[in-house]
């Protein structure tokens, strides 16, 4: 069984700080990871992918990936209240599917 | 504007009866995606579609059924054999030959009265 692990949170950081959301996947075939930020009762929304090594920047936002340790992880640098939501780790599992992990919740507090 | 749409927003169903959750898209994706989040849950794949009138079942397809008949069109029913639907159904689709993520409908809140 292919596997996502979140740890569930609650991640509370202070206002203008930075925020580390970490996931670990269990497919070494996986190929493509991704980060959705979902506010309560709502659909997620696409933050960032990334497909190689190392960092990918936008914005507020850095994804970085490390393929030889199965990690992903996903900074949000100078946090605001609205960045608070729930993060969900996707890697691919083929035929485009992708495998959520639980998630992270996220408390960004003023 | 391109989207992917779902209806209704919400959903009851009485004990034994079939409902269909509609998911419609205009963005000319070919793969489809149909989703179920339990609270404090990830998202648990139930059947998707790379084609019309073709689709697998995924890791949690009992008690559902699915048609792909038009490209734009996937809905999903729920039948009487789910013993427990209650749950938010998440639509989703991609182009098939690149991944860059998928685009989500705003979901069908289901609860069973």
């Known amino acids: 069984q292919k596997e996502v692990e979140q740890n569930s949170g609650p991640l509370s950081v202070p206002e203008g700080a930075i925020a580390s959301l970490n996931c670990t996947y269990s497919?070494?075939?996986?190929?493509?990871f991704f980060w959705y930020r979902q506010y309560s009762g709502k659909s997620p929304e696409l933050i960032m992918f990334?497909?190689?090594?190392g960092d990918k920047e936008d914005g507020r936002f850095t994804a970085q990936l490390n393929k030889a340790s199965q990690y992903v992880s996903l900074l949000i640098r100078d946090s605001q209240p609205s960045d608070s939501a729930t993060y969900l780790c996707?890697?691919?599992?083929?035929?485009?599917?992708?495998?959520f992990g639980a998630g992270t919740r996220l408390a960004v507090h003023p | 504007d391109g989207g992917i749409t779902q209806s209704p927003k919400y959903l009851f169903r009485k004990e034994g009866q079939n409902v269909t959750l509609s998911c419609e898209q205009n963005?000319?994706?070919?793969?489809m995606y149909w989703y179920r989040q339990d609270p404090g849950q990830g998202l648990r794949l139930i059947y998707y579609?790379?084609?019309?009138?073709?689709?697998q079942k995924g890791d949690i397809a009992e008690g559902y059924s699915v048609s792909r008949e038009k490209k734009e069109s996937f809905p999903l029913t729920v039948t009487s054999a789910q013993k427990n639907p209650t749950a938010f159904y998440l639509c989703?689709?991609?182009?098939?030959?690149?991944?860059?993520?998928?685009?989500f409908g705003s979901g069908t809140r289901l609860t069973v009265v």
């Open positions: 996707a890697v691919t599992g083929g035929y485009n599917k992708l495998i």
């Open positions: 497919d070494r075939g996986s190929q493509s």
């Open positions: 990334i497909y190689s090594n």
């Open positions: 963005l000319n994706h070919d793969a």
């Open positions: 579609s790379q084609i019309v009138n073709d689709f």
């Open positions: 989703a689709c991609t182009p098939a030959l690149t991944n860059y993520g998928y685009t």
